[in-house]
């Protein structure tokens, strides 16, 4: 069964530096979206994407951070100077359609700790 | 804001018996509702879906019904057995193309052998 993939698994990185995240969808979906669950708590919303733009974001996904579709596979989260708060576990997910009738397959996440 | 509550956070239960999940939400009239499971260190996976139309759902051993007056779901696994420890999450769903999930905290449930 297709799935989505997420690399790298565990990022480690020091506070202020930038770390992209990436993940590949299932190849036939359309919509795209971020996920971030800091230990402990629930998963939480932090974007989403459809047509080559942001379709909603929450208030979690400030300025530092930006995703992009650089090709036809991959689907990248940018944290352009990351926090010790941002230290979580991210998880990308992508849905053949948008509506609350279809689920989303999540990848098993990268975890990143800052450092 | 919506709000999604599940009945604890952990929940023990004997294998072979049926364990019970709650969902209930506020400021919210979904038109689905979904369940997934979420294990340890890994990303949640979609188990059931059920429209607001429909009370109940099967699927193999889990059961879900959905109560919109009471603004409630009820998450059923019958004959449980020690793999169906997990984290269950739910996450009501509307209409909007691209529609973003808002999970609750999730039950985390434990089947004991």
């Known amino acids: 069964e297709p799935e989505v993939t997420q690399t790298p698994s565990h990022q480690v990185t020091q506070m202020g530096q930038e770390v992209i995240l990436r993940c590949v969808p299932i190849?036939?979906?359309?919509?795209f979206y971020w996920y971030r669950q800091i230990l402990g708590q629930k998963v939480e919303f932090l974007v989403s994407f459809y047509n080559n733009e942001i379709s909603e974001k929450s208030e979690i996904f400030d300025d530092q951070f930006s995703v992009e579709r650089p090709d036809g596979s991959n689907f990248t989260l940018k944290i352009r100077s990351t926090k010790l708060e941002d230290s979580a576990m991210y998880f990308c997910?992508?849905?053949?359609?948008?509506?609350?009738?279809?689920?989303?397959?999540f990848g098993d996440g990268t975890r990143l700790s800052i450092l | 804001s919506q709000k999604i509550e599940q009945n604890s956070e952990a929940l023990n239960i004997q294998e072979g018996k049926t364990a019970t999940l709650t969902c209930n939400y506020t400021?919210?009239?979904?038109?689905?509702l979904q369940w997934y499971r979420q294990d340890p260190g890994r990303g949640p996976v979609f188990l059931l879906l059920?429209?607001?139309?429909?009370k109940e759902k099967r699927k193999e051993r889990l059961k879900v019904t959905f109560d919109t007056t009471l603004k409630q779901s009820l998450f059923h696994i019958t004959a449980s057995q020690p793999a169906d420890s997990a984290t269950y999450l739910c996450?009501?769903?509307?209409?909007?193309?691209?529609?973003?999930?808002?999970f609750g905290k999730g039950t985390r449930l434990h089947i004991l052998p």
């Open positions: 400021n919210y009239s979904p038109a689905y």
């Open positions: 996450a009501p769903r509307g209409m909007n193309r691209d529609d973003k999930i808002i």
């Open positions: 997910a992508s849905s053949g359609g948008g509506l609350g009738n279809q689920p989303q397959h």
């Open positions: 059920i429209r607001e139309n429909e």
């Open positions: 190849s036939n979906h359309l919509y």
